[in-house]
Nanobody
């Protein structure tokens, strides 16, 4: 099982980034996918989630209207489009997979997002 994030980097406030998470080794469409983040000195927090078929999404209040989670089950990939980025969005962003039937969970290694001028 592998979850490989990409797309992080340094961006100015107000800018945009799109994170990708490529999954392998499990039946992707059977897993709800989420993005979490962890800022220095803070705990890991949920950013956004999407169901296996992609019909339902949920967002943390602090990213609502700025971030969009989506998935392409044909490519075994989940995305996080991040717009209007703020310095407080600076964190390591992690991809997470959860099988809603069995409870099995997997984590990616994380990708750094830094918002700074």
């Amino acid at each position: 099982v592998k979850l490989v994030e990409s797309g992080g980097g340094l961006v100015q406030p107000g800018g945009s980034l799109r994170l990708s998470c490529a999954a392998s080794g499990f039946t992707f469409s059977s897993y709800a996918m989420s993005w979490y983040r962890q800022a220095p000195g803070k705990g890991r927090e949920l950013v956004a989630a999407i169901t296996g078929a992609g019909g339902t999404t949920n967002y943390a209040d602090y990213v609502q209207g700025r971030f969009t989670i989506s998935r392409d089950n044909a490519k075994n990939t989940v995305y996080l489009q991040m717009n209007s980025l703020k310095p407080e969005d600076t964190a390591v962003y992690y991809c997470h997979a959860r099988n809603t039937a069995t409870g099995l969970r997997y984590w990616g290694q994380g990708t750094q997002v830094t918002v700074s001028s």
